[in-house]
């Protein structure tokens, strides 16, 4: 995404394209990964050091509630963010936390009425388990 693309997007979601909402915005979109709040201030305050912690972190926040950016819950390890793009569902490695994407499928919606009151906004699947690094190769033995 360029950086006029970068500027309508905000623009169209009623945020104000600041200089630091934007360099986290531009992180987000050139990253091919999901990065913590922590990365992200990171490289952004090497790029512009007057940028806060809480502004970037404040940021985050605003960019997720306009539905440009989502988070990525991974339960026992920092939240992870990325800019939204084209949908896709998420491994989770249980060993070293790795999250990746996974090609989407369309998970059915729930019955009508089986959430009761609740108001559904998206269905998504988490696979967890071990990731290429972390998993055994096969055929191999373990020696005790």
Known sequence: MDSEAIKQSLKGSRLRCT?????????????????????????????????????????????????????VAVEGRAARVEA???????????????????????VPRPASGSLGRRVLRECELIFRGLCTKCAPARGSRRVS
């Open 84 to 106: 939204k793009g084209v949908r896709h569902h998420h491994f989770i490695c249980d060993r070293c936390g790795m999250v990746e994407d996974i090609e989407w499928y369309n």
């Open 19 to 71: 200089p630091q909402r934007y360099a986290v915005m531009a992180f987000l979109m050139r990253q091919n990964r999901h990065s913590t709040a922590a990365e992200i201030f990171a490289a952004v305050n090497r790029v512009d050091p007057r940028s806060s912690r809480a502004t970037t972190y404040n940021n985050l926040r605003d960019l997720v509630k306009a539905g440009l950016v989502r988070d």
